[in-house]
């Protein structure tokens, strides 16, 4: 099922799968949101829960039991029902199942809530422990955006610029986009830019961390995205690697990925969210549309 939000200044669509967004609009209908062609991406802005990025040999651990489950978690895969829909809000429920009991011993509930306000659409988690156990989890977002925005230009006259001057630290990965368990300084141009370009991501995602909480998608002229994350402490960006791929994927995320050959605790990932029972987590991000 395929739910749709229009304010007069945004519109978008929104799949009951996953509770992926599948299109964001202009009013005047200019698309911002990657189409999910297969030749690069099939995904548009998948929910990543209750883990972002790889898992070690697909599995992990909670004390002596392992499970498999596959990257990004398995929420991308589960049908959400409707909570409510209203002209400019839309709200999607997943509960645990017996199929994600099977991978995710917890008792859960996810909320995803779209909200337009003006030429901004925010979007908002809530997770609730209904287990009797402590819930370890991860939970972010995996938009892709069209490049170029418009006719004429070329991916590589967009820059990603940050709010505020800040001197990020990149988190690297192994070759099989494992962490390594080093960092490093990651400059920015003017202690803000990141200039793109299709090489930049032959090494798979840029994972950084201690960055502003706002960046900005932009050209000289034209229309521009802004993303603000405040409660989100990592972003990865990324797209196709070795690759020409006509857009990149902007994405916040509360954790990070697996070490390489380490099937991790999840009780003892420093970075998960450790949710004790009973207990309620809120977190979320949003996209701005301007026009210069």
């Known amino acids: ?65 392992t499970y498999s489950m596959p990257i990004h978690g398995f929420a991308a895969a589960q049908t959400f029902r409707l909570i409510r829909q209203e002209q400019d809000r839309l709200v999607l429920a997943l509960e645990s199942s017996p199929e994600t009991l ?16 003006q030429n901004t659409l925010s979007i908002c988690y809530t997770v609730r422990n209904r287990d009797s156990r402590v819930m370890p989890f991860g ?41 390594s368990g080093r960092e490093e300084d990651f400059p920015l141009e003017q202690d803000r830019i990141l200039r793109l370009h299709h090489r930049l991501f032959d090494d798979d995602a840029i994972t950084l961390k201690n960055m502003a909480r706002a960046v900005t998608l932009r ?43 380490v099937v991790e605790d999840l009780w003892c990932k420093s970075d998960l969210i450790q949710l004790a029972p009973g207990k309620e987590y809120q977190n979320g991000w949003s996209i701005t549309i301007e026009q210069n």
């Open 219 to 261: 050209a000289e002229n034209g229309p521009f995205i802004t993303l603000r994350y405040p409660d989100m402490p990592y972003l990865g960006i990324w797209h196709t690697t070795g690759s020409d791929a006509p857009f990149v994927c902007i994405e916040p995320w509360t954790s990070l990925p697996s070490r390489q050959d």
């Open 102 to 117: 099977a991978i995710y011993p917890f008792h859960f509930s996810l909320e995803v809530e779209y909200q337009l306000c």
């Open 1 to 65: 099922m395929v739910y749709e939000l229009n304010n007069g200044c945004l519109s978008l669509a929104v799949d009951s799968r996953g509770a992926q967004l599948l299109r964001l609009d202009s009013a005047e209908g200019h698309p911002f949101l990657w189409e999910g062609d297969e030749k690069y991406w099939p995904d548009h802005s998948p929910l990543l829960f209750p883990f972002v990025g790889r898992l070690t040999k697909d599995s992990y651990r909670l004390g002596e039991q």
């Open 139 to 179: 939970i972010g977002g995996h938009p892709g955006f069209r490049l170029p925005m418009e006719p004429g230009r070329e991916f590589s006259d967009y820059w990603l610029e940050f709010e505020s001057p800040c001197l990020p630290a990149r988190v690297l990965t192994t070759s099989q986009v494992y962490l």
